[in-house]
């Protein structure tokens, strides 16, 4: 299980899981300007500033970094309530190098779960490429198919995993 701070051994050395923070918004615009996202660096800021920093909207941004703490993936995603009362873990942005996609997804994906399994989410949904309001990462981000082989399944254009 891929806890926040869990280290992926790469050929090159260590990539850990951790929570973005504010002091690393601003390093991260240039991964943010590689999906399809067309924010402008202050739209970015305040979007994340805005996000990490309401308690009452429960989001925040997961990264994958190496000891050097350059950055190599970020997920935005928030904690929502649907309408059956469930709790779900909505990922809004996902972006990331895509030649190390086959290395670093698969934990960025279970760490993902992890956050909401820690916040007591029925599920991880993820909005398909097709109905995405502004990204267009699954094409280009993640090989096709990842978020199936791990085990995410198209529901309503949305891609959702439920959590055991």
């Avoid at 051994?9 to 260590?14: I, K, L, P, R, T």
């Avoid at 760490?111 to 280009?140: I, M, Y």
């Amino acid at each position: 299980m891929i806890q926040r701070g869990a280290r992926i051994v790469a050929d090159d050395g260590s990539l850990n899981v951790v929570d973005l923070h504010a002091e690393q918004f601003r390093q991260a615009y240039p991964l943010i300007q590689s999906s399809a996202t067309k924010w402008t660096l202050d739209q970015w800021l305040k979007y994340a500033n805005d996000l990490c920093s309401d308690p009452d909207d429960r989001g925040g941004i997961l990264s994958i970094q190496n000891s050097a703490r350059h950055i190599f993936a970020v997920a935005a995603y928030r904690i929502k309530t649907s309408q059956s009362r469930d709790r779900i873990l909505q990922v809004e942005h996902l972006c990331m190098v895509s030649l190390f996609n086959g290395l670093i997804g698969p934990p960025l994906v279970q760490a993902l779960e992890n956050r909401g399994q820690e916040e007591d989410c029925l599920e991880v949904r993820v909005n398909a490429p097709e109905t995405h309001h502004d990204v267009g990462w699954l094409s280009r981000q993640l090989p096709g198919g990842l978020l199936r082989k791990l085990g995410f399944d198209l529901k309503d254009d949305v891609l959702t995993k439920t959590l055991d």
